[in-house]
Nanobody
């Protein structure tokens, strides 16, 4: 089993940057695909990005391509989401999720393990 803890959220102005971290515990961590999802107030949870077990495959939602970068450091049990050129519409609670998947998936039901979320707010 894997436990996930997110951090790095906060309040930034439009055009600013944040780096979210997802720290995992559990001996099977390195075999897990990790994804980031977000949920804005009153909206459904949506896929943001995901990275495969060895980092060779990275997938992004169209609305973050060119602005967000996902990476992982298995030695530190951490997945990062670097968010640049932030927009007010990026305001949401960001969650990391994990599961032992052979390929990256973009739907939330593919992931069994979830963190508690970290709030990102972008002011205009």
């Amino acid at each position: 089993q894997v436990q996930l803890v997110e951090s790095g959220g906060g309040l930034v102005q439009t055009g600013g940057s944040l780096r979210l971290s997802c720290v995992a515990s559990g001996r099977t961590w390195v075999s897990y695909t990790i994804a980031w999802f977000r949920q804005a107030a009153g909206k459904e949870r949506e896929f943001v990005s995901a990275i495969s077990r060895n980092g060779s495959t990275r997938q992004y939602a169209d609305f973050v391509k060119g602005r967000f970068t996902i990476s992982r450091d298995n030695a530190k049990n951490t997945v990062y989401l670097q968010m640049n050129q932030l927009k007010p519409e990026d305001t949401a609670v960001y969650y990391c999720a994990g599961n032992a998947l052979r390929i990256v998936q973009t739907f939330s039901t593919a992931y069994d393990y979830w963190g508690q979320g970290t709030q990102v707010a972008v002011s205009s």
